[in-house]
């Protein structure tokens, strides 16, 4: 072993010692800049499930006040049920199916505001680093845009006109 590699290999540990302190701090730094991506990603997934039941509570809503038009329509059976009742109980799912959307995306919107503000404070403090931004929410999209669709489906079944009638 030559003198030079000695040296170096004595000089590892202190250098080393020095920095260990902001080592550890900037790992710890990238915990809590990835646990904030996590909670993010955590609140999105929750809004997924939202979708997912809200879209099959309009989904079953509307088929079932279809299918008893049609039957109605094509078999004449109108004496075997209210013509009312399978519209009313159609329209009860879809309107539980667009709050239940409704109040998802306005959890969403206030959750990830908050998520945001405590992630500045963080920042502004030094905790962690700035230039990490969330992106755009595509879950929030993808929510809003059946929102809009459930309103249209309401829209239809209550004054018979529109692209779902």
Do not use: C, Y
């Amino acid at each position: 072993m030559s003198s030079e590699t000695r040296a170096d290999s004595v000089m590892e540990p202190d250098f080393a010692e020095k920095n260990r302190g902001q080592i550890t701090t900037q790992l710890a730094s990238r915990r809590t800049s990835l646990s904030f991506q996590r909670t993010r990603m955590g609140a999105d997934r929750t809004l997924m499930a939202i979708v997912r039941t809200s879209l099959s509570l309009i989904g079953f809503g509307f088929t079932i006040f279809q299918f008893f038009r049609h039957l109605r329509e094509s078999a004449g059976t109108a004496q075997l049920v209210r013509v009312e009742a399978p519209r009313n109980f159609g329209l009860a799912l879809v309107l539980l199916g667009v709050a239940m959307q409704a109040l998802g995306i306005w959890d969403h919107i206030a959750f990830m505001l908050n998520l945001r503000k405590k992630r500045r404070q963080f920042t502004e403090s030094g905790l962690i680093e700035g230039d990490d931004r969330f992106p755009v929410s595509t879950t929030l999209i993808v929510a809003t845009a059946l929102l809009l669709i459930g309103l249209v489906a309401i829209t239809g079944m209550v004054f018979r006109a529109g692209p779902f009638h």
